[in-house]
């Protein structure tokens, strides 16, 4: 991990209009999984990353098809980015980003349906979550394919990984299991509210904490280094 | 040609001069090609998404065939084999008139058992639990009210609580053999055949499961008598 953040220049965490300064595809990746994880950092995506990580295999299951979305997304942006004419640019990214959101409903119906059915109306709902906008319009739409694939990559496994943790400790200590399995036994005596929307936000902000301590621990050691 | 063009005015002695003007400021598009880039990128999608959508239509359909067929298997407590009746201008038939609208009929199901003996009948039913809809499917002797079973197809009631309508054994096998219409109690009285004994903490859900069994038994029977009557004419 800190071999790849090393790649990535601390000034590109500033955010500048126009390109993104050039990286390697290790630092396009790593970027959504760690400086810029779209829930822990960004804080972008927060409607399904509270309604759907009541259970670990839903929480995975909607970072998955998110993943998909921004990848499939930001690859057509990418290839078409000189074909959308700036003044229909944010139609034409809706439209590319429907039609994903759309494949990826259908063929999680299909593939399953068990899970298609608790995550309900919120793979519909992946359209209108600000990172799939946010990325096309701040990345993907001003760099070549291969990058904007790896940037779609990287934010889809942060993205995921957010909600895994948040889905793991929800479901563990919801109902005493991880993936339907009973881990805790049957003396466990689940604590209900997790699994509610009020342990959503509790848990959601545990995590901000831990992410920001992280944050300040390696900023401070980084501080140290240089002097 | 296009340098002709460029290195007319002497003022601009070289392409360097010449590109940021371009780049700085975006040319005017006209709105036929905005119109056009649109229409072009919505048809491809609509294609696409129709495919895929083709492509997976019998895999769900399947699946919710498949999920139908157990339910009625377990709340008519297997059935050797069914009949899918449709209810039709308030009339029940086997096979309603016009084919293709089949899917969007209310449906009963007759189940039999090996001899032929008619088990009970299965119906779905949906009404308002404690936060959403609650959808069941009820099996019941339509003669005589008597309950066979019922099963939870969808709920989105409180987790650890409500859900235990679907989730408490003791709660969901205590309706084979009661009489509707039911009533809910805090204890049951064991003589009382249309007793049922609603879950503690989860009270409105499981009064929400007995009033939705009640509708659709109060709606069905008459159906069904009716039917039964036309099939032994």
Redesign the interface.
């Known amino acids: 991990m800190t071999t790849a953040l090393a790649h990535s220049p601390a000034a590109a965490l500033d955010f500048v209009p126009g390109a993104p300064p050039p990286a390697t595809l290790r630092a396009d990746i790593w970027r959504g999984i760690a400086a810029e994880n779209p829930v822990l950092v960004q804080m972008l995506g927060m409607c399904p990353t509270m309604a759907v990580t009541?259970v670990l295999a839903n929480g995975i299951a909607m970072g998955v098809a998110t993943t998909f979305v921004l990848v499939g997304s930001g690859l057509f942006v990418s290839l078409?980015r000189k074909?959308?004419?700036?003044?229909?640019r944010i139609?034409?990214y809706i439209?590319?980003i429907?039609?994903f959101v759309?494949?990826a409903d259908?063929?999680l119906?299909?593939?399953f349906?068990e899970i298609s059915?608790a995550l309900g109306p919120f793979i519909p709902l992946i359209v209108a979550n600000c990172l799939l906008l946010g990325r096309a319009e701040a990345f993907a739409a001003k760099v070549g394919p291969v990058r904007a694939v790896a940037d779609g990559m990287g934010m889809g496994i942060g993205f995921t990984l957010s909600l895994a943790a948040m889905s793991a400790i929800r479901e563990l200590l919801?109902?005493g299991s991880l993936l339907g399995f009973d881990i805790l036994g049957p003396r466990w005596e689940?604590w209900?509210f997790m699994?509610?929307p009020a342990g959503g936000f509790f848990t959601l902000g545990l995590l901000l904490i831990t992410a920001a301590w992280i944050d300040e621990l390696r900023r401070r050691r980084r501080a140290l280094e240089a002097k | 040609m296009s340098g002709h063009a460029h290195h007319g005015p002497p003022s601009a002695p070289s392409a360097v001069a010449v590109t940021p003007p371009a780049t700085a400021k975006?040319p005017e598009?006209s709105s036929w090609?905005?119109l056009a880039?649109?229409a072009i990128?919505?048809a491809a999608?609509g294609l696409?998404?129709v495919a895929?959508?083709k492509a997976?239509l019998p895999?769900?359909e399947q699946?919710a065939a498949a999920?139908e067929a157990t339910a009625v298997r377990e709340v008519l407590k297997a059935p050797a084999r069914w009949d899918t009746l449709y209810l039709q201008k308030g009339v029940l038939t086997k096979s309603p008139t016009s084919g293709e609208d089949r899917k969007g009929l209310p449906k009963a199901y007759l189940g039999f058992d090996a001899d032929g003996k008619e088990l009970g009948a299965a119906v779905t039913a949906q009404e308002p639990g404690f936060q959403e809809e609650v959808l069941l499917m009820i099996g019941f002797e339509p003669s005589s009210g008597t309950l066979i079973g019922f099963k939870v197809l969808?709920e989105k009631e409180?987790?650890?609580?409500g859900d235990k309508i679907e989730r408490d054994t003791s709660f969901v096998s205590q309706f084979a053999g009661r009489i509707a219409p039911l009533k809910g109690v805090k204890t049951r009285n064991a003589t009382d055949p249309s007793q049922v004994q609603t879950i503690t903490g989860a009270t409105i859900s499981s009064r929400a499961v007995i009033r939705i069994i009640n509708h659709a038994v109060e709606r069905w029977q008459p159906l069904l008598a009716a039917y039964e009557k036309g099939r032994t004419k």
């Not at chain 1, 074909?83 to 229909?88: G, L, M, N, Q, R």
């Not at chain 2, 409180?158 to 609580?161: A, Y």
């Open positions: 009541n078409l074909y959308i004419a700036h003044e229909v139609t034409s439209l590319i429907a039609t759309t494949l259908l063929l119906a299909a593939s349906p059915k919801g109902r689940p209900v699994v509610l | 975006a598009v090609k905005l880039t649109l990128g919505g999608a696409l998404v895929v959508y997976t895999t769900i699946y999920k969808a409180t987790p650890g609580l």
